[in-house]
C-alpha cells in the first residue's frame, strides 16, 4: 500500500517537474543565462586549481602590463594577475551573493509563513515587514557598515568580519519581498482540501507546516531566490565600490572595479572587466529567475 | 477619498516616528566612539568635557526626545525665518555638523538642489522613455521590436549604475571627448553658452539613471499592458467599431496605467538611492556625496539626518502613490 503511494507521488512529481522543465527549456534568454552562469561558476571554483598564481602575490617589475602569456588579462598597479584577481574576486563575490540570499530567504519565509499561517501575529508582522519596506535600505547599509567594520573585525578578523557583516546586512534588510510573497501563498494555501484534511486527521501544527504547507511555498521562494542573488551581488558590489566593503587587499568584483577607477583614463579595460563579470552574472541570474517565473507559472505552461 | 487621504496620513505618522527612533538607536548603540577621531594628545579630562558638551553623556531617550525637537520644530522654524526674513527660532541650538559646524539644515539646502536636479530630469527623461516602449512592446508581442526591447530593459536592469557610469565615462569622455566625465557644480547658469554647459555635464548622469528606470517602468508597462489587451473590454471595444488607436492609447492605455504608478512611485526613493553611487561615480555634490562623505568623516548628526531625509522621502512617495492608486481605482478607496 505504503509502495504504491509513494510511487505515484513520485511519477505525478516528477512529471511536473518534467514539465517545468520543458517549459524553462523553450525559454531561450533563461537556457543562455544557465550556460552563462554555469561557465563563470565553473571558472571561479574550478580556476584556481588551473591558474596557480596568487592573487594577492606583488610584482612591483612587472606592474600596469598588458595582456601577455604570462599574465593573460595584464597585472594591475602592484603588479597582481589579473585573472587570478577575478576569479578570487568572483568566489568572494559569489559566496557572498548565496549566503546573503540564504539568510534573507529564511528569514523571508519564517515571517511568511508566521503571518500567513497564525493569524494573531499577522498584523504584526505585516506592518514590521512594512516599516522595513519604507527604510532607506542604502543608507541604511553604508551606515551599519560604517559603525560595525572596525568592532568586527577587531573580533573576528578584517576578512571574516567585513564577511559576516556584509552578509548579515544585506540579509537582515532584503527579507521583505520574500516575506510577502510566501504570506500570500500561505493564505491560499489554507483555504485547499488537502490542508482540511489533514487538519481533520490530527496533524499538529509543526508537522502540518512542515509536511504540507513549506513544500508547496517552494516554488515562489525559488524565483524569488534566483532574483535575490542577483541584488545581493549588486548591494555587495555597490558597497566595495562606495569603499565600505571588503578592505583594499581582499579582492571581490566590486573592490577590483574601485581600485582600478582612479586610473580609468590609462587602463580602462581594468575597470571593464570586473564590471563586465558583475553584470554577466547578475544579467545570467535574471534570466534564469525569469524563465524559472515563467516555469512555474502554471497559466504561461499550459500554453 | 478625504476618509482615505486622511486614513493614509495617520499610518504614515507613526512609521515616520519609528524609522526615526531605528535610525537614532542604531547610530546611538553603535560601538564607535565619535571622539575615535581626535588628536591623542587631547588629555581624557578635556576629551571627557567634550562628549559631555556635545550631550552624549544623557540618556539615550533624552537625546531622542532633544533631537526630534531639533529636526521637527527648530530647524522648520529656521527655515522659514530663513524664507520670510522672521525670527521665530530666536537662538534656539540647532543640529549642527560634527565636520564643518555649520548647522546640518544649512549644508543640506546647499546641496539639494544638484541631486534633485538630476535625479529629477533623469526620472522624468526614464519614465518618457519607458511608457511607449512598454506599450509598442506589449502590442507587439515577439515582434523584433519587444525581442530588443526586452532584451535591453533587461541589460539596464542588471548592470549597475556604478558600472554603466564607468563604461559611459570610457566610451564619452575618454574614446571621444563628447560630453565631461566630472559634474561641474560651481558652473553658474547665466546665458545660453552656460546653460549649453549644464546640458551637457548633465547628460552622463542622467543618461545613467534614466537607463535604470526606463528598464524598470518599461518591463511593468509591457506586463501590465499585456494582460489588459487580453481584456473582455477590449473586445467589445474593437467590435464596437472603434479604431486601434483609440482602443489601445485610451482604453488600454488608462487601465494598464493603475499598476504602473505605483511602480513609478514606489522607484522614486530607490532612484534616491541610486543617485548615491552615480553622484559618486560623477563627483555631483548632491546629498548622496554628502552622505558618503560624512559617513567618512564619522559626523553622526549629518549622517542621522540625511538618513532620515531619505526616510522621509521614501515615506512621502509612497503616500502619494497610495493617494494616487485611490484616485485611479475607486476599489481601493472602499477597503
Known sequence: MTDVTTQATLTTRSSQSLDVWRQFRSHRGAMAGMLILGLILIAVIAGPWLWHVDPTEITMRARN??????????????????????????????????????????????????????????????????????????????VASMLFREPLARLLGAEAGTFLLIVFVIGLTSWMHA?????????????????LAAQSIG?????????????????PVLVSATLGIASAIITESSLSFLGLGFPPDFPTWGRLLYDAIDQIQIYPMRVVMPGIAISLTVLSVNYVGDGLRDAMDPRIRGR | MFHYTIR?????????????????????LAPGDPMAQLPLTIPPEVKEKMRLSLGLGDPLMTRYALWLKQFFWIEPLHVIDALFGLDL?????????????????????????????????????????????????????????????????????????????????????????????????????????????????????????????????????RASVLDNLREDYVRTARA?????????????????????????????????????????????????????????????PMVQTLTFIFAVLIVLFNLITDILYGILDPRIRYD
Not at chain 1, 203 to 219: A, D, E, F, W
Not at chain 2, 9 to 23: D, E, N, Y
Not at chain 2, 167 to 196: E, R
Request: glycine share 8%; proline share 5%; net charge positive.
Open chain 2, 240 to 300: 464596437k467599431g472603434l479604431t486601434e488607436k483609440v482602443v489601445v492609447l485610451i482604453h488600454v492605455l488608462r487601465n494598464s496605467m493603475i499598476p504602473v504608478v505605483t511602480v513609478i512611485g514606489m522607484g522614486v526613493p530607490q532612484i534616491f538611492g541610486g543617485a548615491i553611487i552615480t553622484e559618486q561615480v560623477f563627483k555631483v555634490n548632491g546629498i548622496g556625496e554628502l552622505l558618503i562623505s560624512s559617513i567618512q568623516a564619522n559626523d553622526l
Open chain 1, 179 to 195: 516575506a510577502r510573497l510566501v504570506r500570500g501563498e500561505v493564505l491560499t494555501l489554507k483555504e485547499r482540501e488537502f490542508i
Open chain 1, 203 to 219: 496533524t499538529r501544527r509543526g508537522k502540518m507546516i512542515q509536511r504540507h504547507i513549506l513544500p508547496n511555498v517552494l516554488s
Open chain 2, 89 to 221: 527660532s530666536g537662538d534656539s541650538q540647532r543640529i549642527v555638523s560634527w565636520q564643518s559646524r555649520a548647522p546640518v539644515a544649512d549644508i543640506i539646502a546647499q546641496r539639494l538642489p544638484q541631486t534633485l536636479w538630476v535625479v529629477g530630469v533623469a526620472y522624468l527623461v526614464g519614465t518618457a522613455i519607458a511608457l511607449p516602449i512598454g506599450i509598442i512592446s506589449a502590442y507587439k508581442q515577439y515582434s523584433w521590436f519587444d525581442q530588443i526591447g526586452t532584451l535591453i530593459s533587461m541589460i539596464g536592469f542588471s548592470v549597475p549604475t556604478f558600472f554603466t557610469g564607468v563604461v559611459l565615462i570610457v566610451l564619452f569622455s575618454v574614446a571621444l571627448p563628447w560630453f565631461p566625465s566630472l559634474y561641474d557644480t560651481t558652473l553658474q547658469v547665466t546665458d545660453w553658452q552656460s546653460f549649453l554647459a549644464q546640458l551637457r555635464q548633465m547628460v552622463l548622469p542622467v543618461m545613467v539613471l534614466a537607463l535604470y528606470n526606463a528598464s524598470q517602468i518599461g518591463r511593468f508597462m
Open chain 1, 65 to 142: 602590463r598588458g595582456p601577455s602569456l604570462a599574465h593573460p588579462l595584464g597585472t594591475d598597479q602592484l603588479g597582481r594577475d589579473m585573472l587570478a584577481r577575478l576569479m578570487a574576486g568572483g568566489r568572494v563575490s559569489l559566496t557572498v551573493g548565496l549566503v546573503a540570499m540564504l539568510l534573507s530567504l529564511s528569514l523571508g519565509t519564517l515571517v511568511g509563513v508566521c503571518a500567513g499561517y497564525f493569524r494573531a501575529v499577522d498584523g504584526l508582522l505585516m506592518r514590521l515587514t512594512d516599516l522595513f519596506l519604507a527604510l532607506p535600505l542604502l543608507p541604511l547599509l553604508l
Open chain 2, 8 to 28: 493614509r496620513l495617520v499610518v504614515a505618522v507613526p512609521t515616520l516616528l519609528l524609522i526615526s527612533l531605528i535610525i537614532f538607536l542604531l547610530l546611538g
